[in-house]
């Protein structure tokens, strides 16, 4: 895939996800119907549209390490996501289905939940798609999702866990809804789990090409393979709207034939290695944002004397500019939250508190500012 080696681990996830994506788009692309076209990164990282009704799915690709299940942090994020889908655009609600796409195969839920008998799934993910398809008898189908929307509320209450804003748009929705209102989200959000590797995905367009009959032999689909991803790439790097269909296949798989193959592999790589260093760059430059947030709200907390609303701004916003930029610092966030609520169960005058609480975002300010002055030093050479 011409990955060059030694990235740091984030910096690999975040460049592995981005070619996944541009594969699974590959894919998906190949498989379109003549009155289907896609958005790419629009409502999500891939749209499918069908006309004349304009039903729009809206497709999160992940690369994940492993199984999920519904505690897990993308199949949460992605579900909060497409009620926030729902409640933008309530006015083209029928239109509107949610595609969770991964790699990764489903795991058991912690205890047994949903087991009601000994023939019954433990695996929520399993119960939710069991529900998409209407496979559940009524009763059953209403306390599964029951039960599904008491794991929801209880990562609902890790707010660390996701984004604030998502989690304000979402959080009355969730405390709110009946489980009838939520079984209609269900059936509108399927998962598309154990979809192929990032490491085998390139193969599978090949045998895609081959399937679908885009050329004569193995070094055609190849080629054809590294032209499309190259184009995909280059799609994915500009803003502005990305739309792919039918025709614009047959020509992009034109163009590769007239092409000589080693020259679309040397644009590829050329186009890859640059992209790589602009992702690793963004990266960085997000963390200095995230670090200096956490820096403005350390200083609120410090010099303006806000202990009253220290606990709450240490979980809405330092917590998760830390987990973003440095693991490190994440886990003393955590540390201050716990010895935070330690020191309210201790017989301490509210001075005492105040005073103790000053002390732990001080000596956090330090560290967030010595891991600021590294990265600013890197990006400076």
């Not at 999160?60 to 999920?68: A, E, R, T």
């Not at 929520?124 to 189908?141: Q, T």
């Not at 960085?284 to 944002?289: L, M, R, V, W, Y």
């Amino acid at each position: 895939m011409f990955i060059v080696d030694r990235l740091e681990r984030d910096a690999w996830a975040t460049i592995r996800g981005y070619f996944y994506q541009a594969n699974i788009s590959i894919l998906d692309w190949i498989k379109l119907k003549d009155d289907q076209s896609i958005d790419l990164e629009h409502g999500e990282d891939l749209d499918i549209i069908t006309f004349p009704s304009k039903k729009r799915e809206l497709i999160q690709i992940k690369h994940i390490d492993g199984s999920i299940t519904l505690r897990n942090k993308e199949v949460f994020e992605a579900i909060l996501n497409f009620i926030y889908h729902l409640k933008a655009n309530s006015f083209t609600i029928e239109h509107l289905s949610f595609v969770f796409c991964t790699n990764a195969h489903i795991g058991t839920e912690r205890g047994s939940r949903f087991q009601v008998s000994k023939h019954d799934s433990t695996k929520g993910l399993e119960v939710w798609k069991n529900i998409y398809n209407n496979k559940l008898s009524l009763s059953n189908e209403k306390s599964a999702i029951k039960e599904i929307l008491l794991i929801l509320k209880e990562k609902l209450k890790e707010k660390n866990e996701c984004e604030s804003e998502k989690w304000g748009q979402v959080h009355d929705y969730l405390k709110n809804v009946t489980e009838v209102d939520f079984g209609k989200v269900i059936k509108k959000f399927s998962l598309r789990i154990d979809e192929v590797d990032f490491d085998e995905s390139g193969k599978a367009i090949t045998k895609t090409l081959e399937d679908h009959g885009f050329g004569n032999c193995e070094n055609d689909y190849e080629k054809v393979y590294y032209h499309l991803l190259y184009y995909i790439l280059k799609k994915l790097s500009i803003k502005g709207p990305k739309k792919l269909n039918m025709k614009d296949l047959h020509q992009q798989i034109f163009t590769a034939a007239q092409r000589d193959i080693d020259s679309i592999k040397f644009k590829l790589t050329e186009f890859i290695e640059s992209r790589q260093q602009t992702i690793i760059d963004e990266m960085e430059t997000k963390k200095i944002q995230y670090l200096t947030s956490v820096l403005s709200e350390i200083d609120t907390i410090v010099m303006e004397d806000d202990i009253d609303s220290a606990e709450d701004t240490l979980v809405r916003y330092i917590l998760p500019n830390a987990a973003r930029s440095d693991q490190t610092l994440y886990t003393e966030a955590k540390r201050i939250l716990i010895n935070i609520n330690d020191n309210k169960t201790k017989n301490l005058s509210r001075k005492e508190f105040i005073t103790e609480t000053k002390t732990l975002f001080t000596d956090y300010k330090e560290q967030v500012n010595s891991t600021l002055n590294k990265l600013l030093h890197q990006n400076s050479l």
